[in-house]
């Protein structure tokens, strides 16, 4: 069995030690640029998240995953379960694109937009500086006795967390199963909801666990993107990357020594303060090259670009570049293998759009009637009964109107006549359709039936007509 050689970082995990537990993080508190520019655009993705459910296009929701009841609405776009095969083509699309994306640009995704970084780091890990302040303080109020003052911080902190994971949990229900019906459950008697108020606590859990507790374990464990990370990325990839050509080697700076003494001596501009492994949240140190445990949440980027301030060198020892950038000072190549994925991604796309584009309002079926036999009538007419099932898949009512286009004969609705059917609803009625011998053929006379809304014909319909043979 092979020995774990704890001094190299590929043998172990920066958050266990040597007997498995769990090390907890304690990143230390971030300011820079990157940092900056993310808390706005986390404001700008939280609001988005926040108002979400609330935001109607088109009478729709903009994003509605209701699994329960096979209902999906996406950008105010309603897809029924008919609409799958729509679906799996935009999930392939979804994942050819993280590729392209991922095999160009790294785990960008993960640390400026993924709802777990910008919960974790901007909201939840913001209240904890806030409440309990920076590492330090944090490590010593862990470690320190139960007292009132430690009692009252922690009480605080974790309410708040619980509060927020309930509001999140909650906004995310709202998106499986719309605003109103969670409006519904918070205000009517518990009794009535009880599926969805499990769901409610269920979340505000999980919210709470994960943000509370499981934190990085999320990404360095669960998250399968992150381990998809090896399989896409190569050398041209834009990652966050020490620069290791300037900055080593490693050591610290003397105040007695200038820029010009310490190259002479073979040192680089890494002044080993191990800033950038203190702010991580993952607990790693980025020098040893790109790792699955990075998030890429630009922390260690804004650490030593303000150590570089200080110590007067240029900024951007560790910076978004690629390990060709990095060695040979190359720019991001359109490489091949981006070009192949990216060739894959615009024929699925096109497929989509095409997919989208023919996608009718309405989409109808048409079954004979379980157990009925072909009739005849006393005027010498032959007739069959079918069942018609229309799915309306806009969000306004669709009266729908059936014509018996081939061969010629009649048509009839049966019940109210007519057939409407309610927004995003379906109906089923029963069709006569009867025919003239002299235009059926023995046994099986093929049909088409025209399915009309607002005076456009929506789709056309193939069935037989059941006969006496000859
Ligand atoms: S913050 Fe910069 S200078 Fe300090 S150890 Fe990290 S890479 Fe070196
Ligand atoms: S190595 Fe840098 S970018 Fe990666 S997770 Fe740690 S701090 Fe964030």
Redesign the pocket.
């Known amino acids: 069995m092979k020995t774990v050689d704890w001094s190299d970082f590929r043998d172990h995990i920066a958050t266990a030690d040597r007997e498995g537990r769990r090390k907890w993080m304690y990143p230390r508190q971030v300011h820079g640029r990157f940092f900056r520019w993310r808390t706005w655009f986390s404001w700008l993705l939280l609001l988005i998240m926040f108002t979400g459910p609330f935001i109607t296009i088109r009478g729709n929701p903009l994003l509605l995953l209701n699994i329960v009841e096979r209902k999906f609405v996406v950008l105010g776009q309603i897809f029924w379960p008919q609409d799958m095969i729509i679906f799996a083509v935009a999930l392939l699309v979804f994942a050819v694109g993280i590729i392209v994306f991922t095999t160009a640009f790294g785990r960008l995704w993960c640390?400026w937009a993924c709802p777990q970084t910008v919960m974790m780091e901007m909201v939840f890990r913001k209240i904890e500086y806030a409440i309990e302040g920076d590492a330090p303080s944090q490590r010593e109020l862990n470690h320190a006795p139960w007292t009132a003052r430690k009692f009252f911080k922690k009480a605080l902190k974790h309410g708040i967390f619980f509060a927020l994971s309930f509001a999140v949990g909650n906004v995310l229900l709202s998106y499986l199963i719309g605003w109103r019906e969670l409006y519904q459950i918070i205000t009517d008697p518990p009794a009535r909801h009880l599926t969805g108020l499990g769901f409610m606590i269920g979340f505000s859990l999980l919210f709470y666990g994960i943000f509370a507790r499981f934190r990085e374990q999320a990404c360095t464990f669960i998250c399968p993107y992150g381990r998809l990370q090896s399989l896409l990325l190569d050398e041209n990839s834009i990652v966050?990357a020490y620069d290791h050509k300037r900055g080593e080697k490693r050591g610290p700076l003397r105040h007695s020594q200038t820029f010009g003494q310490r190259r002479f001596a073979g040192f680089g501009d890494c002044v080993a303060c191990n800033q950038?492994v203190a702010?991580?949240?993952?607990g790693?140190d980025?020098r040893d090259g790109t790792?699955m445990?990075?998030?890429?949440?630009?922390?260690?980027?804004d650490a030593c670009d303000t150590v570089m301030d200080k110590t007067g060198s240029q900024r951007g020892l560790?910076r978004y570049a690629s390990l060709n950038g990095i060695e040979r000072g190359q720019p991001l190549r359109f490489t091949p293998r981006l070009a192949g994925y990216l060739v894959v991604l615009a024929v699925l796309g096109t497929v989509l759009g095409l997919m989208l584009y023919l996608r009718s309002d309405v989409e109808a079926t048409v079954l004979r009637a379980p157990g009925s036999l072909f009739q005849q009538m006393p005027d010498g007419h032959f007739s069959n009964l079918y069942t018609v099932r229309v799915v309306n898949k806009t969000s306004r009512e669709m009266p729908v109107e059936l014509r018996l286009e081939n061969p010629a004969g009649s048509l009839n609705v049966m019940g109210q006549g007519s057939i409407v059917v309610a927004p995003q609803q379906h109906a089923e009625n029963s069709v006569l359709i009867e025919l003239d011998p002299a235009v059926m053929k023995s046994g099986a006379t093929p049909l088409v039936i025209g399915v009309y809304a607002e005076g456009k014909k929506l789709e056309t319909l193939k069935t037989a007509f059941i006969g006496p043979r000859n």
């Open positions: 640390g966050v950038c702010v991580c949240p993952t790693i980025i790792q445990e990075c998030v890429h949440c630009t922390a260690c980027m560790i």
